[in-house]
């Protein structure tokens, strides 16, 4: 490819990740350039105190516990393609804003994404897809996934 | 990057069309891949005859000779760009279709499009976005247009 220097790929463990997070690799390798694997935790507490309070503790999952099981998880992930040295990052959130984020302060140079999925390209389409492909400040290769 | 082997280019003549071309013709390079510059034609006649007849001679552009023109200008750029050699097509269609209908007949394994643009990657999205995604059988580099 051309000249990169940073590339994130997004993580989300489905069946197809093996095959985006090697190809974004392939292109780290081609380019000299850093790479990063990033996974989001979607998860978002169920709380709708507008009907009624909730006890906290009787459906509080531990976030703290949730983000050390997806760390685990890149690890070993990661392990298995080879990728130990490629920079590991997991946060809570939503990819879309997530993905943003990370770009900017990392200043990441390309996203690799599946062209479909949890952490696919799909999620920076919708009924906003220019304005968020606009907001994106670089390149977004989105990767064929056999359906 | 990673075992592309034909590269499509979709050409507006826009402003950034260099640009794109330029990492398409890069890639293409590191991948010792073919390279093939798409330029749509996107005139439609201005027929409606449900109002009235119209007679055809009072307005009628020549297609041939539109079709005609747009290979000059896509042979000027190329060579502008030492593309002499890249596959260069000219079509009269809509640029969705018509992208869609090159990448399956010459297999290609790879489109690259401006982030925005009247042939960038815009055009595969609006309501049906993740349908037109996922019926393009490979990957896709929308490439950052600064805004």
Not at 32 to 55: C, F, G, K, Q
Not at 96 to 116: N, P, R, T, Y
Request: hydrophobic share 40%; aromatic share 4%; with cysteine.
């Amino acid at each position: 490819m051309s000249d990169y220097t940073h590339i994130l790929v997004a993580v989300d463990f489905s069946s197809s990740s093996e095959q985006i997070v090697t190809k974004a690799r392939d292109i780290a390798k081609n380019n000299n350039a850093r790479l990063s694997l990033l996974h989001i935790v979607e998860y978002l507490p169920p709380i709708d105190s507008i009907y009624e309070p909730v006890l906290a503790s009787t459906w509080a999952i531990d976030e703290t516990e949730l983000l050390s099981q997806a760390k685990n998880s890149l690890k070993k992930f990661s392990k298995k393609l080879n990728l130990d040295d490629a920079q590991q990052q997991v946060v809570l959130g939503t990819p879309k804003h997530e993905i943003s984020q990370f770009v900017k302060d990392q200043q990441c140079d390309l996203i690799v994404m599946g062209s479909h999925g949890r952490h696919g390209i799909n999620i920076l389409l919708g009924s906003t897809a220019n304005a968020v492909l606009h907001e994106m400040p670089c390149d977004i290769l989105a990767v064929k996934i056999p359906s």
